[in-house]
């Protein structure tokens, strides 16, 4: 997976416009919108319970350290 990162204002109309974008014409793209503007400790909760819920999940239960282990070795040697 490919990501790129920026960081776009809402104009007055409540739009957004994402130009430059380093990915090919006719792509399909996530598009994920998170809020800036909350505080430090609220996106820290917010990371927090999101963390929780997936580590609830019966999928999660599955997981051995060794398999994330490798998943990680995986995708960092491009595999």
């Known amino acids: 997976m ?20 380093p990915f ?5 793209l996530e598009v ?12 820290a909760e917010s990371w927090r319970a999101l ?3 997936v580590q609830s999940l019966p999928q999660s239960a ?6 994330i282990a490798a998943e990680i070795d995986a995708q960092r040697s491009g595999r």
């Open 2 to 21: 490919n990501a790129y990162k920026t960081y776009v204002r809402i104009d007055a109309s409540n739009c957004l416009v994402l130009e430059g974008m």
């Open 24 to 28: 090919p014409e006719g792509a399909l």
């Open 32 to 43: 994920l919108v998170v809020d800036q503007t909350r505080e430090p400790e609220e996106r």
């Open 51 to 53: 963390m929780r819920h």
């Open 62 to 67: 599955a997981l051995a350290d060794e398999d």
